[in-house]
């Protein structure tokens, strides 16, 4: 999970992952771009933490702006991936009215987003 571009292939709405450069905290700054309901949405994630093989903290600034978490913890010769992710939607992509449909959206993202995960893992793609 360290690479994004691996990011770019398991998460359904990152359209893009450019313009990489590492950081001294062996962490990543990038551009991003998410598409949420047909709308590009960009700005820049830089990974304030990392803990190697147990923890990334993402900020994203820009349209989108939030934090994005990922714990890794070795269980039963496996390893679970928890995956918070906290941010805030523009005024004109989330209304009242659209607030619904946006948490069935998310549910849906991490779902896939885990389940694509698990499999490049156990396919050794990742």
Known sequence: MDDPANHVTVTPSLAAAQNVEGLP??????DYTF???????SGEL???ERTE???MLFE???????AIEL???AVDGGTRLTYTGRYEVPGRVLSAVARPFVAR???RELSTTLA???????????
């Open 71 to 73: 714990g890794f913890e």
């Open 60 to 66: 994203m600034r820009g349209q989108l702006s939030g």
């Open 116 to 126: 694509n995960v698990r499999t490049h893992v156990e396919t050794d793609v990742l």
């Open 46 to 48: 830089e990974e304030v």
């Open 35 to 41: 598409r949420m309901a047909g709308v590009s949405l």
């Open 53 to 55: 093989n147990e923890h």
């Open 25 to 30: 905290n062996g962490g990543k700054r990038l």
């Open 105 to 107: 959206y998310n549910e």
